[in-house]
């Protein structure tokens, strides 16, 4: 049974997020002995016990069958000599679905947050973009020394988290040594919200203050939130005068950051700003190009032009363009061809014209339909994957589609408070990259309330 629970660890470190796998499944253990038929898994004490078996009793049970089909039972039960004492405060409840630690168990250990797509090699360079792409690469060669802040504003879907991970991934290879930290402002701030909440404010500050070199996305996300901006100011003027590299990206210039404290501010603003424009032409098809080519994709110039052509606001969208008549190829088995083109972008290409902003009400009520829940099940607290699936999928959808923020999605979800929410659009945006099946309704889903509007 250890080789066969060995095998379901790594399906389920695959299929969960890192920092439920680590808190709740990786310390379950197998009983010795037993007879082939019967895994008994070990739970550390009663509390992680109660939490496998009501969360992830379904997904320990699929990743078993999937292996060994389904002549194995699962069974728990507290292991009477654990390894290592109940960490998690009993005296803590909560309604949330998801409660992932506020802080990783071993800093050394802790992931950099890079994606490993996000490199300089994969980066198109054009006019648009050429400053920040040298600014970028020249402080990859030196941190600490060249421009420290890096700050690189500009629109969305510009390439700002590419570049600024794109630093990471090449200082991971050239200087391994050096600990990298890449995050987003609201995941920062959710940090930062457990920390005071499991009284772990000292790990939270050890943690960031020991980094090398600290990437935060989207730091305007932090303007208006008084204790956030206190704490990420100290952190800055830590790593700041211990000569450590910093690098922020934001839809704004410094200046035009509304509710930031000046003193905050003028930190933003001490190093080297670099703003982004929206990609040419000839920069939108060298891209197109090169997508094309690191997906086998055979895209003659024409097309290329097409797409560019029609799609010019950002890069996300123009990416977005590419997989859709990629997918429409392969689903229809025609080449890529401008016919085809014309067929798999109408909707796209077509003149927008005036809609009425999606509510999230309309949101629950299309994946209601698709999924065949009620629409109480969405507002309800039940765990069963037939009702918390399509509620993760209409919150996610809900951060795609509305201006509305995490706790104001929250509310409308039976009072689910933001980490729900923030945890519930994290794992259906990873899955989804993975998972074709799941892909392919959140394009569905994504069609059906685009007509809707």
Not at 106 to 128: A, I, N
Not at 182 to 188: N, P
Not at 190 to 212: G, Y
Not at 381 to 400: E, G, N
Request: charged residues 25%.
């Amino acid at each position: 049974m250890d080789a066969l629970w060995s095998q379901a660890l790594a399906l389920l470190q695959e299929q969960l997020a890192p920092q439920l796998y680590d808190a709740w499944i990786k310390p379950l253990r197998p009983a010795p002995g037993g007879d082939g038929s019967r895994l008994l898994l070990l739970a550390p004490s009663t509390f992680a016990l109660d939490r496998v078996q009501s969360r992830f009793r379904n997904d320990i049970e699929q990743a078993v069958v999937a292996l060994a089909g389904d002549g194995v039972k699962i069974a728990f039960q507290v292991d009477g000599n654990p390894a290592r004492p109940e960490s998690a405060p009993a005296t803590v409840t909560t309604s949330r679905e998801e409660e992932p630690p506020p802080l990783p168990r071993d800093r050394d250990k802790q992931e950099t947050g890079l994606d490993p797509r996000y490199t300089f090699e994969s980066f198109v360079v054009g006019g648009c973009n050429q400053f920040v792409h040298a600014a970028a690469a020249r402080v990859a060669e030196l941190p600490a020394k060249a421009y420290n802040p890096l700050f690189i504003h500009g629109g969305v879907g510009l390439g700002k988290t590419h570049i600024m991970q794109a630093i990471g991934n090449r200082l991971q290879q050239t200087r391994p040594e050096l600990k990298i930290l890449y995050i987003s402002s609201e995941k920062f701030m959710l940090q930062l919200i457990n920390s005071l909440r499991f009284q772990r404010v000292f790990d939270f500050k050890e943690n960031f203050r020991s980094v090398d070199i600290l990437l935060v996305d989207d730091i305007q996300f932090i303007a208006g939130k008084k204790a956030t901006q206190e704490e990420f100011f100290h952190t800055f003027n830590a790593l700041f005068e211990a000569n450590k590299q910093i690098v922020l990206t934001s839809d704004s210039f410094p200046n035009e950051i509304e509710h930031l404290e000046e003193r905050l501010r003028s930190r933003l603003r001490m190093g080297l700003v670099a703003d982004m424009q929206p990609p040419e032409l000839e920069t939108r098809v060298a891209i197109l190009k090169k997508k094309a080519a690191m997906e086998g994709l055979d895209l003659q110039d024409d097309v290329a032009f097409f797409l560019a052509e029609a799609i010019h606001s950002n890069v996300r969208d123009l990416i977005g363009a590419l997989i859709r008549v990629s997918a429409y190829a392969s689903l229809t088995r025609q080449p890529v061809t401008m016919g085809l083109v014309r067929t798999s972008m109408r909707e796209m290409t077509r003149q927008p014209e005036r809609q009425e902003p999606l509510s999230i009400e309309r949101i629950q009520e299309t994946v209601a339909t698709f999924y065949r829940v009620q629409m109480a099940d969405l507002h309800s607290t039940t765990r069963a994957r037939a009702i918390s699936r399509p509620r993760q999928i209409a919150m996610f959808l809900c951060k795609q589609f509305t201006a509305h923020s995490y706790p104001e999605i929250g509310r409308q979800f039976g009072g689910k408070d933001h980490t729900t929410v923030l945890y519930a659009v994290e794992k259906i945006e990873e899955e989804k990259m993975r998972n074709p099946q799941l892909a392919q309704e959140l394009d569905t889903l994504s069609g059906q309330l685009r007509k809707n509007t």
